[in-house]
């Protein structure tokens, strides 16, 4: 059976490319612009007594990344979900809720919300399966963006179907206060690894938060004769079953409202979720 050529719906609803020579030759390189207000929230008047607001700077995230791939290698383009996800950390940034904390990111892909994250983070490690040279593209791109990284950061690699992990894998997990992911799920199979991975994570001391970001992504089925988003159900499906079952740690799932500002350049279609899951370790 043929595998399948995709591309991203963002290429096609704002041009972010530049003229910039990527490093591979088929590769583009693009800059998706965002707004990074002032964390600094305090009031302050001018020289006739009228408030002074702080206009948001203007940034940029560079990327090299592939314009189309084969399903496989999804991760080498660049895809809704972290722009929302970027949104979110600024949010959680702004209000200082990423001071001090250590961050992993889990199907990292082109590295873009790690950027972010590690403009507030004490430390990020940035994680993808060692797939396609996706692992040498994070750290390329992270050059591109060295101004923006204010924290500690680390690329390794973490594959969802690797049941074993290295003892250097095991120190960063236990380390990890936050963990974050954007667009990871695509097939049963993968979405089935993911929550077994998220499930050991989330099992490790001390407890720790998940943010997930999800396009809800619909096809029209015979079976269902309805348009239906089977990678998202499957999802929901198993986190509901390790949610009950699970011994050694007590999870909150929230579904949070998206009611918080927008800083990067996408559409923010309504088919975005963002997922919080907290644990609480069992002794």
Request: aromatic share 10%; proline share 4%; glycine share 4%.
């Amino acid at each position: 059976m043929p595998e399948y050529t995709v591309t991203s719906e963002i290429y096609e609803e704002y041009d972010y490319q530049t003229k910039i020579t990527p490093s591979k030759e088929g590769n583009v390189i693009s800059e998706f612009p965002f707004l990074l207000p002032s964390s600094n929230s305090s009031v302050r008047y001018d020289d006739d007594e009228d408030l002074d607001v702080e206009r948001p700077k203007k940034e940029v995230i560079r990327i090299e990344h592939s314009s189309k791939t084969k399903i496989s290698l999804v991760g080498l383009q660049v895809w809704r979900g972290a722009f929302l996800l970027g949104d979110w950390l600024i949010h959680l940034g702004l209000k200082g809720e990423l001071a001090g904390k250590n961050v992993l990111e889990l199907g990292a892909g082109t590295g873009v919300t790690s950027f972010v994250a590690a403009m507030y983070a004490k430390k990020v490690v940035c994680t993808d399966i060692d797939l396609g040279g996706i692992l040498d593209l994070i750290k390329l791109n992270a050059r591109y963006n060295k101004k923006l990284i204010k924290s500690e950061f680390k690329v390794m690699p973490l594959d969802f179907t690797e049941t074993t992990w290295s003892s250097q894998l095991t120190n960063v997990i236990r380390d990890v206060d936050i963990i974050i992911c954007a667009d990871v799920i695509y097939d049963d199979d993968v979405t089935a690894a993911f929550v077994s991975t998220i499930q050991k994570i989330l099992n490790t001391k001390p407890p720790k938060t998940l943010y997930i970001v999800l396009e809800k992504r619909y096809v029209f089925t015979i079976e269902h004769l309805d348009a239906v988003a089977p990678c998202y159900e499957t999802f929901l499906s198993l986190l509901d079953k390790v949610k009950t079952e699970n011994v050694h740690s007590t999870w909150t799932v929230e579904l949070l409202p998206l009611d918080f500002p927008k800083y990067f350049t996408y559409d923010r279609v309504k088919d975005l979720v963002l997922w919080k899951i907290s644990s609480k370790p069992t002794s």
